[in-house]
């Protein structure tokens, strides 16, 4: 075992009655690295990262995240990790700071530290203006950003986004890659999962599903180099054609 | 602790940001408790009543003044032949007619007796029978008062008390119903469609990953909804005692007792529908349908249980508002304490506890 | 969705019909026979012998019996006085005392009704037994009434609930679900999407709504079998007449959804108000409680209530036979009704958007 491994799976399997959606999938996961999980739409990507961050149990195998057991700990993960799912989550009829104090309060964030987050927060971001308005009312780019860095209020040693950039334009999918890899830089693991493939060529390594497999495993250099092809999106059309 | 508080300030910000959803919650019980207490009531007034007088004497004159005279009856149409009934009756408004047979006076003279038809429209029975009854009665107190030099032999006249309610005013039925039903549709459908709702935006899933448990969340999405519900009810108890002077016979502190015992019920019921329902559409379907109607109609609210199919007398013992209705009843109107509703206390709070172990059961299957 | 739709409202005009009865019957009744004699005996005999009294309890005393009261085991409690026997052979006349639980106005005033007419009929009972009839008795005047209950002979309440709660469930379906729909489409952004397309308003609204009005017209004709089937419910009138008048209903409902709608940001909100002004059109309705009885200022509210005039006409038609003449009032109401909340729907659409 590698102690800088932050999470560990091993012939990790999710059956919905016969169907297998996760089939033994095996991969770790280093510490302040960035780690891609790619697939097709309904590769199993996303029961994956479920059963990692504890709201799904899986049938076999074994799942450590942060040196802690998905089945017997889930509870402390919890307390570990940061999540940003595919629909944007935060609540529309609360304001930035309500949202921000809201969640920081869950994470058990003491009153003065939620104080200097949100404050910092909302400068890095840019929200100044806005930190008193409904975030119902702000665009999407904005939401997805201030999304992210709720879910990296409690300093976690990993985050999880789930299709992050969905449906945002491609200057702020840039920043949001930005932020990523300032989170990456402090330390932070992140694990994302996303189908748009110039994406890929930004993560550490990454892992290719298909059909509740992994079939690919490394950094997208030596993907490329292994399929003999120039870019991550010929790489996914070559395993995804068998 | 800290979080949980976090928590339910949040959800107070939900219900209040909602101003329409708000101004709902608290004019409902009002709304509703003065339409029960001054417009609406299962006894008849004023119904319209055609003659069809083939005799036209003395007599059908003043019987036909007696009957206008009350208050129960106005006569308004008078009618010339058989076939008129019909078409009166199709009209709709009139809703009985009453035909004097032809020498009224000089059979009732000549042979002492004489025929009345009073013919009803049906459509509604409960009313026709109402109206066949009072007619009845008010010709009974005439005949008394035409035959009063004679002695008539063995009379046993009952002398009714009309206990708990004297005046029988609707309003003392209808206010146990209307507390019940504001409380289970601000408990059991708020909650239902609050905690869909979370799971429609997806902000569910964020919260189940977070640290906070999931008992926190469901207890915190409902507490804010207790909260409410006292207040309606607390209005709603004021409203009967100061506009309706419908008394609280007994103690005031058992009647809140027991409607928190039966709030929490409810709340248990919204959880457990927000378990089995993805959307708010199917959740707000579900309360509607499943809970709301039967809760008007087979709780005892409007129609008497007694009176029901056996098979649905047996059904009105699992609803939980049958069980309530009696306890307010006892409490506001009776007076009891404990030890006569000690029975359907024990019951509702048997059907919480079931109630609440069977969503912790379900919400935990959903996290598979 | 569609099981909701058909399925759960079908089942309820199954069992409602069957639950909503204002009938009061299966009385529970109790006596306190202080007196012990045949007399006595014959008495609490009749009420055993009554359909609409079920005879639970002898009680002691009149504290127990009071006590069942307070604890809801009784509803009727006869009390029969000492030496009433002996008092009703002396005196030729003697009372009785009768509480009743009132907490029920309209079912206590039945009831009272059901014990005079057991305690008259016991009269003339001893009339004829104990006594030969004197001939004084002969002379009295008598005026013999005799009930007719058109339309429905043997009082079947169902007769009367089932056409009601048919309007009831054609009404909540389709209002709901046009109030909820349009805001759905608010909600996740679709309406956004029809508004830039080149199709116009009318026909959009039109569009939507026409599913709805189906659905309703379809609620409609498997009630009515229903309603034939399993309640036999006579069907006099015109079916012709009773769809013609349906449809134009179903305008009007489908104009307060989506008035609703346009006013509304969320499902939730949507269906709140649909409800609140639901539950009071049905109450003021005269679905379940005579409008007639209720105060002049609260009649004057109900003309603005459509679901008065489809339970009028519904009513009419199906149980009554009445034709297009009789229900010419209902129908020009309905009508209007439809044409202002359409006109008030579409001009408040345009405005919102």
Same mark, same amino acid.
């Given at each position: 075992?590698?102690?800088?491994?932050?999470? +560990?799976? *091993?012939?990790?399997?999710?059956?919905?009655?016969?169907?297998?959606?996760?089939?033994?999938?095996?991969?770790?996961?280093?510490?302040? +690295?960035?780690? =891609?999980?790619?697939?097709?739409?309904?590769?199993?990507?996303?029961?994956? @990262?479920?059963?990692?961050?504890?709201?799904?149990?899986?049938?076999?195998?074994?799942?450590?995240?942060?040196?802690?057991?998905?089945?017997? *700990?889930?509870?402390?993960?919890?307390?570990?990790?940061?999540? @940003?799912? *595919?629909?944007?989550?935060?609540?529309?009829?609360?304001?930035?700071?309500?949202?921000?104090?809201?969640?920081?309060?869950?994470?058990?964030?003491?009153?003065?530290?939620?104080?200097?987050?949100?404050?910092?927060?909302?400068?890095?971001?840019?929200?100044?203006?806005?930190?008193?308005?409904?975030?119902?009312?702000?665009?999407?780019?904005?939401?997805?950003?201030?999304?992210?860095?709720?879910?990296?209020?409690?300093?976690?040693?990993?985050?999880?986004?789930?299709?992050?950039?969905? =449906?945002?334009?491609?200057?702020?999918?840039? *920043?949001?890659?930005?932020?990523?890899?300032?989170?990456?830089?402090?330390?932070?693991?992140?694990?994302?999962?996303?189908?748009?493939?110039?994406?890929?060529?930004?993560?550490?390594?990454?892992?290719? @599903?298909?059909?509740?497999?992994?079939?690919?495993?490394?950094?997208?250099?030596?993907?490329?180099?292994?399929?003999?092809?120039?870019?991550?999106?010929?790489?996914?059309?070559?395993?995804?054609?068998? | 602790?800290?979080?949980?508080?976090?928590?339910? /300030? %949040?959800?107070?910000?939900?219900?209040?940001?909602?101003?329409?959803?708000?101004?709902?919650?608290?004019?409902?019980?009002?709304?509703?408790?003065?339409?029960?207490?001054?417009?609406?009531?299962?006894?008849?007034?004023?119904?319209?009543?055609?003659?069809?007088?083939?005799?036209?004497?003395?007599?059908?004159?003043?019987?036909?003044?007696?009957?206008?005279?009350? /208050?129960?009856?106005?006569?308004?149409?008078?009618?010339?032949?058989?076939?008129?009934?019909?078409?009166?009756? %199709?009209?709709? /408004?009139?809703?009985?007619?009453?035909?004097?047979? /032809?020498?009224?006076?000089?059979?009732?003279?000549?042979?002492?007796?004489?025929?009345?038809?009073?013919?009803?429209?049906?459509?509604?029975?409960?009313?026709?029978?109402?109206? #066949?009854?009072?007619?009845?009665?008010?010709?009974?107190?005439?005949?008394?008062?035409?035959?009063?030099?004679?002695?008539?032999?063995?009379?046993?006249?009952?002398?009714?008390?009309?206990?708990?309610?004297?005046?029988?005013?609707?309003?003392?039925?209808?206010?146990?119903?209307?507390?019940?039903?504001?409380?289970?549709?601000?408990?059991?459908?708020?909650?239902?469609? #609050?905690?869909?709702?979370?799971?429609?935006?997806?902000?569910?899933?964020?919260?189940?990953?977070?640290?906070?448990?999931?008992?926190?969340?469901?207890?915190?999405?409902?507490?804010p909804y207790i909260f409410l519900s006292v207040i309606n009810a607390v209005v709603i108890v004021l409203l009967s005692i100061f506009i309706f002077k419908m008394p609280v016979q007994g103690s005031l502190f058992l009647l809140g007792l027991e409607s928190i015992l039966f709030i929490i019920s409810a709340l248990a019921l919204g959880i457990l529908i927000s378990t089995i329902s993805a959307t708010q559409q199917t959740a707000?379907?579900?309360?509607?349908?499943?809970?709301?109607?039967?809760?008007?109609?087979? #709780?005892?609210?409007?129609?008497?249980?007694?009176?029901?199919?056996?098979?649905l007398q047996v059904i009105s013992n699992i609803i939980p508002a049958k069980w309530f209705i009696i306890i307010i009843k006892g409490i506001m109107l009776k007076g009891v304490g404990l030890q006569y509703i000690w029975k359907e206390t024990f019951i509702l709070l048997g059907m919480t506890i079931f109630f609440i172990a069977l969503s912790v059961k379900k919400y935990k299957i959903r996290l598979e | 969705m569609l099981p909701?739709?058909?399925?759960?409202?079908?089942?309820?005009?199954?069992?409602?019909?069957?639950?909503?009865?204002?009938?009061?019957?299966?009385?529970?009744?109790?006596?306190?026979?202080?007196?012990?004699?045949?007399?006595?005996?014959?008495?609490?005999?009749?009420?055993?012998?009554?359909?609409?009294?079920?005879?639970?309890?002898?009680?002691?005393?009149e504290a127990l019996a009071s006590a069942a009261m307070l604890n809801g085991e009784v509803d009727v409690v006869l009390q029969i006085p000492q030496y009433f026997e002996r008092d009703l052979q002396k005196e030729k006349h003697n009372s009785l005392g009768v509480s009743i639980n009132a907490i029920d106005g309209a079912a206590a005033g039945v009831e009272n009704v059901y014990v005079t007419q057991i305690v008259q009929g &016991?009269?003339?009972?001893?009339?004829?037994?104990?006594?030969?009839?004197?001939?004084?008795?002969?002379?009295?005047?008598?005026?013999?009434?005799?009930?007719?209950?058109?339309?429905?002979?043997?009082?079947?309440?169902? $007769?009367?609930?089932?056409?009601?709660?048919?309007? !009831?469930?054609?009404?909540?379906?389709?209002?709901?679900?046009?109030?909820?729909?349009?805001?759905?489409?608010?909600?996740?952004? $679709? !309406?956004?999407?029809?508004?830039?397309?080149?199709?116009?308003?009318?026909?959009?609204?039109?569009?939507?709504?026409?599913?709805?009005?189906?659905?309703?017209?379809?609620?409609?004709?498997?009630?009515?079998?229903?309603?034939?089937?399993?309640?036999?419910?006579?069907?006099?009138?015109?079916?012709?007449?009773?769809?013609?008048?349906?449809?134009?209903?179903?305008?009007?409902?489908?104009?307060?959804?989506?008035?609703?709608?346009?006013? $509304?940001?969320?499902?939730?909100?949507?269906?709140?108000?649909?409800?609140?002004?639901?539950?009071?059109?049905?109450?003021?309705?005269?679905?379940?409680?005579?409008?007639?009885?209720?105060?002049?200022?609260?009649?004057?509210? $109900?003309?603005?209530?459509?679901?008065?005039? &489809?339970?009028?006409?519904?009513?009419?038609?199906?149980?009554?036979?009445?034709?297009?003449?009789?229900?010419?009032?209902?129908?020009?109401?309905?009508? &209007?009704?439809?044409?202002?909340?359409?006109?008030?729907?579409?001009?408040?659409?345009?405005?919102?958007?």
């Amino acid at each position: 075992m590698n102690n800088n491994n932050v999470i +560990e799976v *091993q012939n990790l399997t999710k059956m919905f009655g016969d169907f297998t959606a996760v089939n033994a999938i095996s991969f770790e996961v280093e510490k302040g +690295e960035i780690f =891609g999980f790619l697939g097709a739409n309904g590769a199993g990507k996303t029961t994956a @990262m479920k059963m990692l961050i504890g709201i799904s149990n899986p049938t076999s195998g074994k799942a450590n995240v942060a040196g802690l057991d998905v089945y017997k *700990q889930a509870e402390d993960i919890k307390k570990n990790i940061g999540y @940003m799912s *595919q629909k944007f989550a935060l609540y529309d009829d609360l304001t930035v700071k309500e949202n921000i104090t809201f969640f920081g309060g869950i994470y058990g964030l003491s009153r003065k530290r939620i104080k200097e987050k949100s404050a910092t927060l909302i400068e890095e971001l840019g929200l100044e203006s806005v930190a008193k308005k409904l975030v119902g009312s702000l665009p999407l780019g904005w939401k997805q950003k201030l999304s992210f860095s709720v879910s990296l209020l409690h300093d976690p040693k990993i985050v999880f986004l789930d299709e992050p950039t969905g =449906g945002v334009d491609p200057i702020t999918r840039r *920043q949001f890659w930005e932020l990523i890899y300032k989170a990456a830089h402090q330390g932070t693991t992140v694990f994302v999962t996303t189908h748009y493939m110039d994406e890929a060529e930004y993560c550490d390594r990454v892992s290719i @599903m298909v059909n509740g497999k992994i079939e690919a495993l490394d950094t997208p250099k030596k993907l490329k180099q292994q399929f003999n092809v120039t870019n991550m999106n010929d790489v996914f059309l070559k395993l995804a054609r068998g | 602790m800290k979080r949980f508080i976090g928590f339910i /300030k %949040k959800e107070f910000y939900h219900i209040f940001r909602d101003r329409r959803s708000l101004f709902i919650l608290f004019g409902m019980p009002i709304a509703q408790i003065m339409l029960f207490g001054f417009a609406i009531t299962n006894e008849i007034n004023n119904i319209d009543i055609a003659v069809l007088d083939h005799s036209k004497d003395a007599t059908t004159e003043e019987i036909i003044h007696k009957i206008s005279a009350s /208050k129960y009856f106005s006569i308004n149409q008078f009618i010339n032949k058989e076939s008129d009934i019909e078409s009166v009756f %199709k009209k709709g /408004k009139v809703k009985a007619v009453l035909n004097f047979e /032809k020498d009224f006076s000089k059979n009732l003279i000549k042979n002492h007796k004489a025929n009345l038809q009073i013919i009803t429209d049906a459509t509604d029975p409960n009313t026709a029978n109402t109206i #066949s009854n009072y007619v009845n009665a008010i010709l009974i107190q005439y005949q008394k008062e035409l035959n009063k030099n004679i002695s008539i032999p063995y009379q046993i006249v009952p002398q009714t008390r009309m206990v708990y309610n004297p005046e029988l005013k609707s309003v003392y039925m209808f206010v146990p119903g209307v507390m019940t039903i504001i409380l289970m549709l601000v408990s059991a459908m708020m909650t239902s469609i #609050s905690i869909t709702k979370e799971k429609e935006l997806g902000t569910m899933e964020i919260l189940l990953v977070s640290p906070i448990k999931p008992i926190q969340v469901i207890v915190g999405k409902v507490f804010p909804y207790i909260f409410l519900s006292v207040i309606n009810a607390v209005v709603i108890v004021l409203l009967s005692i100061f506009i309706f002077k419908m008394p609280v016979q007994g103690s005031l502190f058992l009647l809140g007792l027991e409607s928190i015992l039966f709030i929490i019920s409810a709340l248990a019921l919204g959880i457990l529908i927000s378990t089995i329902s993805a959307t708010q559409q199917t959740a707000m379907m579900i309360s509607l349908m499943g809970l709301m109607l039967p809760v008007i109609l087979l #709780s005892g609210f409007i129609f008497p249980i007694s009176s029901m199919p056996l098979p649905l007398q047996v059904i009105s013992n699992i609803i939980p508002a049958k069980w309530f209705i009696i306890i307010i009843k006892g409490i506001m109107l009776k007076g009891v304490g404990l030890q006569y509703i000690w029975k359907e206390t024990f019951i509702l709070l048997g059907m919480t506890i079931f109630f609440i172990a069977l969503s912790v059961k379900k919400y935990k299957i959903r996290l598979e | 969705m569609l099981p909701i739709i058909f399925v759960l409202p079908l089942l309820q005009l199954v069992i409602l019909s069957n639950a909503a009865t204002f009938e009061v019957k299966n009385i529970k009744f109790g006596y306190i026979d202080n007196d012990h004699t045949s007399t006595s005996r014959d008495l609490v005999e009749k009420f055993n012998a009554s359909t609409y009294f079920n005879v639970l309890t002898n009680f002691s005393s009149e504290a127990l019996a009071s006590a069942a009261m307070l604890n809801g085991e009784v509803d009727v409690v006869l009390q029969i006085p000492q030496y009433f026997e002996r008092d009703l052979q002396k005196e030729k006349h003697n009372s009785l005392g009768v509480s009743i639980n009132a907490i029920d106005g309209a079912a206590a005033g039945v009831e009272n009704v059901y014990v005079t007419q057991i305690v008259q009929g &016991f009269n003339q009972n001893i009339k004829v037994d104990v006594l030969q009839v004197s001939d004084k008795q002969m002379q009295a005047i008598r005026i013999e009434t005799i009930p007719l209950f058109w339309y429905n002979k043997t009082l079947n309440y169902k $007769t009367f609930m089932v056409p009601g709660i048919l309007v !009831l469930l054609v009404t909540m379906i389709t209002l709901f679900l046009s109030g909820m729909n349009i805001v759905r489409e608010k909600e996740i952004g $679709t !309406l956004e999407q029809i508004n830039v397309t080149p199709i116009k308003k009318s026909q959009f609204i039109i569009g939507k709504l026409f599913p709805f009005w189906l659905i309703g017209m379809g609620l409609l004709t498997v009630g009515l079998l229903l309603a034939k089937l399993i309640f036999n419910v006579p069907m006099i009138g015109s079916l012709p007449l009773m769809y013609f008048y349906t449809s134009i209903y179903i305008l009007v409902i489908l104009g307060i959804g989506l008035f609703i709608s346009n006013f $509304t940001d969320t499902q939730q909100q949507a269906m709140f108000i649909a409800w609140f002004f639901t539950v009071i059109f049905i109450l003021m309705s005269g679905l379940f409680t005579p409008i007639e009885s209720m105060p002049k200022w609260a009649q004057t509210i $109900t003309e603005f209530n459509p679901i008065k005039y &489809f339970v009028q006409v519904m009513r009419m038609v199906m149980l009554k036979g009445s034709d297009i003449n009789d229900i010419l009032p209902q129908l020009l109401k309905t009508a &209007f009704y439809a044409f202002i909340m359409n006109g008030l729907a579409v001009w408040s659409y345009k405005k919102t958007n």
